[in-house]
């Protein structure tokens, strides 16, 4: 297959996974570990993380309807304290930005697709820390109004980049995000440990991605 473009999840993949961050406050609370993660699925588009990530929350708000979740599902926690915890998680992963670079310098288009949130200030925080920069094209859950697994989020990215999704690889720690992915006919690569994840790329592209 002739792919195009190389799409890339930010959160677990460009930068330190935030569930890192979601796993430590989940054991200082003493919760069930993936708590947080079956609350936010188990919700669905009704719930409080959905909703912030495609924009029809602020953070205040969110963090009063996400405690409000977690009560019926009979657990208190602090939604600050869980969002403390989580960009306690977030630094960037300089060999995945090279990664992007030797792409890019290849002639291949490369897009990051990421479910975000607006900052309390109304930024959004990748692109406060300039990730936008680095790549061709920048789709945000919180802008676009639609958040992954959505199949139409994932045609958004492929329209901008100009490609048919078959023509795309696309890379996510989250297996549903993948799942979704791979039936609209992309590529996929789930990334645990970044070298293990820019190993099968360099396969699929036939190129080194690391020096």
Known sequence: MNHRAVIFDLGGVIVDSPMEGIARYERELGLEA?????????????????RLEQGKLDLPTFCDACEADA??????????????????????????LEAVRRIRERGLAVAALTNNWKSDD???????IGLDRHFDVFVESSVVGLSKPDPRIYTYACA????ESREAIFLDDIGRNL????????????VADP?????ELEELLGFSLRG
């Open 34 to 50: 993936g708590f947080v993660n079956r609350l936010i699925v188990g919700t669905g588009d009704a719930g409080a993380w959905t």
């Open 71 to 96: 009560a019926t599902a009979g657990v208190t926690l602090s939604a600050r304290d869980l969002f403390g915890a989580m960009g306690e998680s977030g630094g960037v992963r300089p060999i995945m």
């Open 122 to 128: 109304g930024g959004l925080g990748a692109k406060g």
């Open 160 to 163: 901008e980049l100009g490609i």
């Open 179 to 190: 799942k979704a992915a791979r039936q609209l006919g992309m590529a996929t690569i789930k």
């Open 195 to 199: 070298h293990q994840a820019l190993g």
